[in-house]
C-alpha cells in the first residue's frame, strides 16, 4: 500500500510527496520522482537535486523538505502526477 504522510498544509493523513523547501517557496521544480505504491514521491529544485549528483552539500543553505499530501501537491504545484493506489 502506498505509504501515507501527515501533510504539512492540511494536517490531514494522506498519500503525498517530499518537497524541497525551495520549491514550497517558489523555485522552480528539476526534478519530480513519481510516487509509487512502495515510496512517497519527491520534488525537488536544481539545487537540491544536484546534491545527488556531487554538489557539494556545504553550499546549499536549505535542505529541509515538506510532507504534502498528493492533493495538495497537485493542486499547488500544478504538475498532476496521480498518486499509488490508495
Known sequence: MFPFVTCEFTGSERPGYA??????????????TPASDDEMGTVCCMVCAAIGQGVDPAR??????????ADCTEMNFGF???????
Open 19 to 32: 518537497i524541497c523547501g525551495h520549491v514550497i517557496h517558489g523555485a522552480a521544480i528539476a526534478e519530480i
Open 60 to 69: 546549499i543553505n536549505e535542505r529541509d523538505f515538506s510532507l504534502v499530501c
Open 80 to 86: 498532476g502526477l496521480k498518486v499509488g493506489s490508495a
